[in-house]
C-alpha cells in the first residue's frame, strides 16, 4: 500500500543552521505531497505542498520539490531559527483516495540558540 | 478566525467506559476527518465524512464511532475504550474530497488517557 518514511530525529541543530528532512514515498498513481509542522501544543499546519512532479512547494523559507525518479519530498531551509523547533510531517494523498493523507512518523526538530 | 475547534484537550477515562470527543468547525467544509496518532508514530485515518455520507477505514475497530449531525460539528464515540486507545485524536476538515490536492485543516487534537 501506499506509504512514507521520514528520516528519524530528533535533529538538533544551532541557529542559522541549514535543515534538510528526507522523506521518501511508495504510491500507486501520482500523488500530492505535502509537508504539515506541529508546534507544541497546537495542531498540524499546512506548511507547503506540491501537486505534480518537479514542482516546488515553499513557504516561510521551507522548499521542498516533487522529486517522482527518485520518490522524494525532502524539506529544506537554508537557515533556521528557534521558531522553527517543532515537529515535521511529510504526508501524501493520491488521487480517487478522497483527500485521505497518509503520513510519515514525524521529525522533531529543535534548534538552539 | 476560522477555525477547528477541539474539546476537550484532555481526556481522561477509565477502562470500558465510553467516551465522547468533539470537533467544530467555521470553515463550512464538506469533509471532516478523525485521525488516530500513537505516540511517536503517524497520524492514522480512522473514518470521514463527506456532507452526511460516512465513510470507515477498512481497518478501523468497530469500537470507533461517529456522528455529525450538522456541518459544523462531528464527534468520535469510543465506546468501550481500552489501554490501547490511548491517543491524540486529530479532527480535520476539507472544502471537498474529489482531488487529492485540498488542504485539511487540523484541530489542536484531544488527547486521551485511559486508565
Known amino acids: 500500500g501506499d506509504s512514507v518514511t521520514q528520516m528519524e530525529g530528533p535533529v538538533t541543530l544551532s541557529e542559522e543552521a541549514f535543515l534538510t528532512i528526507n522523506c521518501t514515498y511508495t504510491a500507486t498513481g501520482y500523488p500530492s505531497l505535502f509537508w ?4 507544541p501544543g497546537e495542531g498540524l499546519q499546512l506548511l507547503l505542498k506540491a501537486t505534480k512532479a518537479d514542482d516546488k512547494g515553499s513557504n516561510k523559507g521551507f522548499e521542498a520539490t516533487y522529486r517522482k525518479e527518485t520518490t522524494s519530498f525532502h524539506l529544506e531551509k537554508g537557515s533556521v531559527q528557534v ?7 511529510c504526508a501524501l494523498s493520491t488521487p480517487g483516495g478522497y483527500n485521505k493523507l497518509i503520513f510519515g512518523a514525524g521529525t522533531r526538530l529543535a534548534v538552539h540558540p | 478566525d476560522a477555525m ?6 484532555y481526556q481522561v477515562t477509565q477502562f470500558g467506559k465510553p467516551v465522547t470527543l468533539s470537533c ?3 470553515l463550512n467544509h464538506n469533509v471532516m476527518y478523525w485521525y488516530q496518532q500513537k505516540s511517536s508514530q503517524a497520524p492514522k485515518l480512522l473514518f470521514h465524512y463527506y456532507d452526511k455520507d460516512f465513510n470507515n477505514e477498512a481497518d478501523t475497530p468497530d469500537n470507533f464511532q461517529s456522528r455529525r449531525p450538522n456541518t459544523s460539528f ?3 464515540d469510543i465506546r468501550s475504550p481500552g489501554l490501547g486507545d490511548a491517543a491524540m485524536y486529530l479532527c480535520a476538515t476539507s472544502r471537498d474530497r474529489v482531488t487529492s490536492t485540498d488542504t485539511q485543516y487540523f484541530g489542536p487534537g484531544t488527547r486521551l488517557t485511559v486508565l
Open chain 1, 36 to 39: 504539515y509542522v506541529q508546534y
Open chain 1, 83 to 89: 521558531s522553527d523547533s517543532a515537529v515535521y510531517f
Open chain 2, 4 to 9: 477547528v475547534i477541539q474539546n476537550p484537550r
Open chain 2, 24 to 26: 467544530s468547525q467555521t
Open chain 2, 74 to 76: 462531528c464527534f468520535l
